[in-house]
């Protein structure tokens, strides 16, 4: 992104300051965001679809707080951590926990939009509009 | 709105249309010369009265919304925001003809935008995430509540199928300790924080790492005192909670209806 560049990491280096140059930070900063136009009034794209996808999940339910349940006896494995360096165990559960994340819509979104790149193939568009005036 | 008449689509006898990117002012030069966005398209404006769309040709027949598209049209707003105002347009909205981007577009919606561009004059949007460091706080709500504690010693050495709802009972309390030690946490954060911020917007998260995802919008007078207190801050929550931002980016989480209250 061009504006990033003016602004990287400085001080004492606690702050993460990442340049947002992959897809999936792309595709967090413009979700779901920028000024709506009416839908009557734009034409339908072709996989535009996936961007909809709803990003905010339903936390009180059954399988999450299964999810919540696990990630809790994880800590076992620092609190019994044997012989292993108690770093090694955190930057482990880590990596499974972000494997793990319960915000699994967004990453479906982001993995569909993907596996469509590069994708030059032409397919049928939809040639219709929704247009219409409103007669109010 | 409730449609007020059978909604039909009509068949687009063209395969070109116009990619909207956003909405700025009206100016000569407002858009550089040579800026290209999705498809490699140029980006030109269309304007109206005082305020202009930036627009570029797109081939309807293609699919639309993969990698190179999403990342040429957030290029297209950064730089369009490294330079001026802009409002940003939903990514994929498009219309059919000039004709269509003046009347549907910018003639009802004139004095709305430019209001809005004199709001975001000035000032750059940065994107806050904070995050609890999981084992952190996870070790922290067992220790705190003696259920949570049992329910953990109960279940942790048990098969994944046993003991089920003893394990979806610790889960629950746990998202809700979680969510206690959230609202406190957000509070503090925010209250340190805003004071440096002309607008803020929250976004919805969720996980058990998650804290904070909040979009400030940032008057550029302020921007190094705001990133030298958010260093401040990272440094001294870094034993509990990630900080990580984002920015500056466009202002898209600035055009809607509620952020100004």
């Not at chain 1, 992959?22 to 535009?48: H, M, T």
């Not at chain 2, 407002?30 to 290209?36: N, S, W």
């Not at chain 2, 999705?38 to 627009?55: E, F, I, K, L, M």
């Given at each position: 992104?061009?504006?990033q560049?003016?602004?990287?990491r400085?001080?004492g280096?606690?702050?993460?300051?990442?340049?947002?140059s992959g897809?999936a930070?792309v595709i967090?900063?413009?979700?779901?965001?920028?000024i709506v136009i009416?839908a009557?009034?734009?034409?339908?794209?072709?996989?535009?679809?996936?961007l909809?996808?709803?990003?905010?999940i339903?936390?009180?339910?059954?399988?999450?707080?299964?999810?919540f349940?696990?990630?809790?006896?994880r800590?076992?494995?620092?609190e019994?951590?044997?012989?292993k360096?108690?770093?090694?165990?955190?930057g482990n559960?880590?990596?499974?926990?972000?494997?793990?994340k319960v915000g699994?819509?967004?990453?479906g979104?982001?993995?569909?939009i993907?596996?469509?790149?590069?994708?030059?193939?032409?397919?049928p568009?939809?040639k219709?509009?929704?247009?219409?005036?409103s007669?109010? | 709105?409730?449609p007020t008449?059978?909604?039909?689509?009509?068949?687009?006898?063209?395969d070109r249309?116009?990619f909207?990117y956003g909405?700025v002012?009206?100016a000569p030069g407002?858009?550089p010369e040579?800026?290209?966005?999705v498809?490699?398209?140029?980006?030109?404006s269309v304007?109206?009265?005082?305020v202009?769309a930036?627009?570029g040709?797109?081939d309807?027949?293609?699919t639309?919304?993969?990698r190179?598209?999403l990342?040429a049209?957030?290029?297209?707003?950064?730089?369009l925001?490294?330079?001026g105002?802009?409002a940003?347009?939903q990514f994929g909205?498009?219309l059919?003809d000039?004709q269509?981007?003046i009347?549907e577009l910018?003639?009802?919606n004139?004095?709305h935008?430019?209001g809005?561009?004199?709001?975001?004059?000035?000032r750059a949007?940065f994107?806050?995430?904070?995050?609890f460091?999981?084992?952190?706080?996870?070790?922290?709500?067992?220790?705190?509540?003696p259920?949570?504690r049992?329910?953990?010693e109960?279940t942790?050495?048990?098969p994944?199928?046993?003991a089920?709802?003893?394990?979806v009972?610790?889960?629950?309390?746990?998202?809700?300790?979680l969510?206690d030690?959230?609202?406190?946490?957000?509070?503090a954060l925010?209250?340190?924080?805003?004071?440096?911020?002309a607008?803020y917007?929250?976004?919805s998260?969720?996980?058990?790492?998650h804290?904070l995802?909040?979009a400030?919008?940032?008057d550029?007078?302020?921007?190094?005192e705001f990133?030298?207190?958010l260093e401040?801050?990272?440094?001294a929550?870094?034993?509990?909670i990630g900080?990580?931002l984002?920015?500056p980016?466009a202002p898209?989480d600035?055009?809607?209806g509620?952020?100004?209250?």
């Amino acid at each position: 992104m061009t504006v990033q560049q003016s602004s990287q990491r400085r001080g004492g280096g606690y702050l993460q300051r990442p340049a947002p140059s992959g897809l999936a930070d792309v595709i967090e900063i413009i979700l779901d965001k920028g000024i709506v136009i009416d839908a009557y009034v734009r034409v339908s794209l072709v996989g535009i679809e996936l961007l909809t996808i709803d990003a905010r999940i339903v936390i009180a339910s059954v399988d999450t707080y299964l999810r919540f349940a696990e990630a809790t006896n994880r800590l076992d494995l620092i609190e019994h951590g044997g012989g292993k360096p108690l770093d090694e165990f955190i930057g482990n559960m880590q990596e499974s926990g972000a494997a793990k994340k319960v915000g699994g819509a967004v990453k479906g979104a982001k993995k569909a939009i993907t596996s469509g790149d590069d994708d030059e193939e032409r397919r049928p568009a939809r040639k219709s509009s929704s247009r219409r005036r409103s007669e109010a | 709105m409730a449609p007020t008449t059978t909604e039909a689509d009509l068949v687009v006898d063209t395969d070109r249309g116009y990619f909207v990117y956003g909405v700025v002012a009206q100016a000569p030069g407002r858009v550089p010369e040579g800026l290209t966005g999705v498809g490699g398209a140029p980006v030109r404006s269309v304007g109206h009265g005082p305020v202009a769309a930036v627009v570029g040709e797109i081939d309807l027949q293609r699919t639309t919304g993969r990698r190179a598209d999403l990342v040429a049209y957030s290029e297209v707003l950064d730089e369009l925001a490294s330079t001026g105002a802009v409002a940003p347009v939903q990514f994929g909205s498009v219309l059919l003809d000039e004709q269509s981007i003046i009347e549907e577009l910018l003639a009802p919606n004139e004095q709305h935008f430019a209001g809005l561009l004199d709001q975001l004059a000035g000032r750059a949007q940065f994107n806050l995430r904070a995050s609890f460091h999981e084992h952190v706080v996870l070790g922290e709500v067992v220790t705190a509540d003696p259920e949570i504690r049992r329910l953990h010693e109960l279940t942790r050495d048990l098969p994944e199928e046993a003991a089920y709802a003893d394990r979806v009972r610790l889960g629950e309390l746990v998202a809700r300790a979680l969510e206690d030690k959230r609202v406190l946490e957000v509070e503090a954060l925010l209250d340190s924080i805003l004071p440096l911020t002309a607008a803020y917007s929250l976004r919805s998260g969720a996980g058990i790492e998650h804290l904070l995802d909040v979009a400030l919008l940032v008057d550029d007078e302020r921007r190094s005192e705001f990133e030298d207190h958010l260093e401040g801050l990272a440094e001294a929550v870094h034993e509990r909670i990630g900080l990580r931002l984002v920015g500056p980016v466009a202002p898209y989480d600035f055009v809607g209806g509620d952020t100004w209250g």
